[in-house]
């Protein structure tokens, strides 16, 4: 297991929507190594800031279902969870992730990738341990806005198994989102995805099933799931990475 050394201790400034860090050399306990990452500049609406719009299936750029607070990740946090996962994704393992954030001014930045122990099959992830990440959330006063998984061998998509952990997420915050890793997917490697609201919302709310199986189509017309709208990469946030397998 690969050790890293280098963390940054996060400050914020109440006056802008930036976030600062610091570098100390620390040491850490095994087997909790921590990776971080910091890119400068600030967190403003910028040319560094870019919507995240896709096509096709689930990928219509589209109004919210319902007014969502923006969302701010950076790219290459995605790319780095997915270097993380290389090792599963060789071996037709899935990984997961959770994505804490703060809230300034209106706006979620996220700036946490927290990688829990966990159990992976290739058609599935389960954290373990999950004490760990809620501690991680607390101590720095974070919203858990979303999660990150791979389909090393699937596309891109939502999974049943998929919609039922998301809904634990989402109706807690409702800005939450999903990021699927679909390094095989010739038509597009990632998408970031919500539940339809009320629509699929209502259909998870309803549902006492387990494993893989068919939702039911929401009343109002809309599909159960669809690529959010509110998410936005910033070249310029700066974020920190917690592997704890």
């Avoid at 940054?8 to 306990?29: C, G, N, P, W, Y």
């Avoid at 209106?106 to 954290?127: D, H, M, R, W």
């Avoid at 101590?139 to 998929?162: A, K, N």
């Avoid at 629509?199 to 929401?218: A, D, Q, Y």
């Amino acid at each position: 297991m690969r050790r890293f050394v280098c963390l940054f201790d996060q400050k914020r400034e109440s006056s802008s929507a930036s976030i600062r860090a610091d570098a100390s050399m620390v040491t850490l306990s095994f087997p909790s190594p921590s990776l971080s990452f910091v890119e400068s500049g600030t967190c403003s609406k910028s040319t560094h800031v870019s919507r995240v719009l896709f096509s096709g299936p689930h990928g219509e750029s589209s109004e919210p279902s319902k007014i969502l607070r923006d969302v701010h990740i950076s790219e290459r946090l995605m790319e780095d969870f997915t270097e993380l996962a290389r090792e599963n994704t060789d071996k037709d393992l899935e990984t997961c992730g959770t994505l804490a954030a703060f809230l300034e001014r209106g706006v979620f930045y996220v700036t946490t990738l927290i990688v829990p122990k966990q159990e992976s099959t290739a058609n599935s992830c389960q954290a373990m341990n999950e004490v760990d990440v809620f501690s991680i959330q607390n101590e720095r006063e974070l919203y858990p806005v979303g999660w990150i998984h791979t389909h090393p061998s699937q596309g891109c998509f939502m999974s049943s198994v998929d919609l039922h952990t998301h809904y634990s997420y989402q109706v807690m915050v409702p800005e939450a989102f999903a990021i699927v890793v679909a390094p095989t997917d010739s038509s597009r490697s990632y998408g970031i995805f919500k539940l339809t609201d009320p629509g699929g919302m209502e259909v998870l709310r309803g549902c006492s099933e387990t494993g893989f199986h068919p939702h039911k189509e929401p009343e109002d017309g809309k599909p159960v799931y669809e690529q959010c709208s509110n998410v936005y990469k910033n070249s310029n946030l700066r974020f920190e990475i917690f592997d704890l397998r």
